[in-house]
């Protein structure tokens, strides 16, 4: 059974850095595609980064330049480093995992078999 366990959200000042994990179990990280998703309050879930068995990353515009995710393959684990944050970062993140490949369309949401339970990220201004 493949589960997602994300940590290291928290809150910190805009123009901070935090570092989120996800761990995962019953599933190799580089196997397939991998993404990060959030979702603030009252808005709908997006797409923030995607990785896939080739190390070929993806982007939201909202997030490029300032986010870096990447796999740790001897830990299992994924992670979503995120600089410079803004107020407009704050939402819970997610990992999720697409048993395919990402190919032009990695936030396509229906696309993801199994998902985190989500760790929330606060940005204060």
């Known amino acids: 059974q493949v589960q997602l366990v994300e940590s290291g959200g928290g809150s910190v000042q805009a123009g901070g850095s935090l570092r989120l994990s996800c761990a995962v179990s019953?599933?190799?990280?580089?196997?397939?595609?991998m993404s990060w998703f959030r979702q603030a309050p009252g808005k709908e879930r997006e797409g923030v980064a995607a990785?896939?068995?080739?190390?070929?990353?993806t982007y939201a515009y909202a997030v490029k330049g300032r986010f870096t995710i990447s796999q740790d393959n001897a830990k299992n684990t994924l992670y979503l480093q995120m600089n410079s944050l803004k107020p407009e970062d704050s939402a819970m993140y997610y990992c999720?995992?697409?048993?395919?490949?990402?190919?032009?369309?990695?936030?396509?949401?229906?696309?993801?078999?199994?998902w985190g339970q989500g760790t929330q990220v606060t940005v204060s201004s």
């Open positions: 999720a995992v697409l048993n395919n490949y990402c190919l032009l369309d990695p936030f396509r949401q229906s696309r993801y078999t199994y």
């Open positions: 019953g599933y190799t990280v580089n196997h397939y595609c």
């Open positions: 990785v896939d068995t080739f190390a070929t990353t």
